[in-house]
C-alpha cells in the first residue's frame, strides 16, 4: 500500500492543506487580520485629525503655486488627479474596514439590550442577517407601532407576530382622569364622612 495516501484516499504529497496546517493557517490569517484592523484604525484616526486636513491643504496650495511655473502642463495636472486617484483608492478600503468593525459593534451591543431587556423580540438579534424584504416588513410593524401610540391605541403582539389594534386612550389623558376623580366636596359628603367617623 502507497503510504503517501491517506485513510480518505487523499495523496499526501499532492496535498494543498493537510490537516496538521490549517491551525498554522488560521492562526496566520488572524495575525494578518489584526494587523489590517490596527493599520486602518490607525489611518482612519490619522487623516481625521486636523493636522492631516491642513497637510491636504498644503500639498494642493503648492501644487496650486508650482501650476504658473510648469505653465499649466498636463504633467501638472497629471500630478495631482494621479496622486488623489490612489489615496482615495486606498483609503477607500481603509474606511470600510472601520465601518465594518463599528458597525459588528453596534450589533453586538444592541443584541446584548434586546436579550437583557424583558420583554424586548428577540427575534431582532439577527435582523441586520435577514433579507431586505423581510426588513422592509419588520420596520413596517414597528411603523404601525409607533403610529397606534401617537393615536393612544395600543397594538396586542401575538407569538406569531402579528397585531391587533385595541382602541384606548392616551397615556396622559387617563392619568388626568385618574387624578381627577376626588371626592364630592358639598354637604352630603361631609355628612357621610361624618358618619363614618
Not at 439577527?126 to 403610529?147: F, G, K, S, T
Request: include cysteine; charge should be positive; hydrophobic fraction near 40%.
Amino acid at each position: 500500500m502507497n503510504q503517501n495516501i491517506d485513510a480518505t484516499g487523499q495523496d499526501k504529497a499532492t496535498d494543498p492543506c493537510p490537516p496538521q496546517s490549517i491551525p498554522m493557517l488560521e492562526a496566520c490569517r488572524s495575525r494578518i487580520a489584526r494587523m489590517f484592523d490596527h493599520f486602518a484604525s490607525g489611518v482612519a484616526r490619522a487623516t481625521g485629525s486636523p493636522i492631516a486636513f491642513a497637510c491636504a491643504m498644503m500639498a494642493i496650495f503648492v501644487w496650486a503655486l508650482a501650476g504658473p511655473s510648469a505653465g499649466f502642463s498636463e504633467v501638472w495636472q497629471l500630478v495631482v488627479n494621479t496622486g488623489t486617484t490612489i489615496v482615495t483608492f486606498l483609503m477607500v478600503f481603509l474606511i470600510q474596514q472601520n465601518q465594518n468593525k463599528d458597525s459588528r459593534a453596534v450589533h453586538v451591543k444592541l443584541d446584548e439590550l434586546l436579550i437583557a431587556l424583558k420583554g424586548a423580540n428577540e427575534k431582532l438579534v439577527d435582523i441586520e442577517d435577514m433579507e431586505e424584504d423581510e426588513i422592509n416588513r419588520v420596520a413596517a410593524r414597528y411603523r404601525r407601532l409607533a403610529v397606534a401610540a401617537r393615536d393612544g391605541r395600543t397594538l396586542n403582539r401575538a407569538m406569531d407576530g402579528t397585531t391587533q389594534v385595541v382602541d384606548g386612550e392616551p397615556a396622559s389623558a387617563s392619568r388626568r382622569t385618574r387624578q381627577g376623580r376626588r371626592p364630592a366636596r358639598g354637604p352630603r359628603g361631609f355628612k357621610a364622612a361624618r358618619r363614618e367617623g
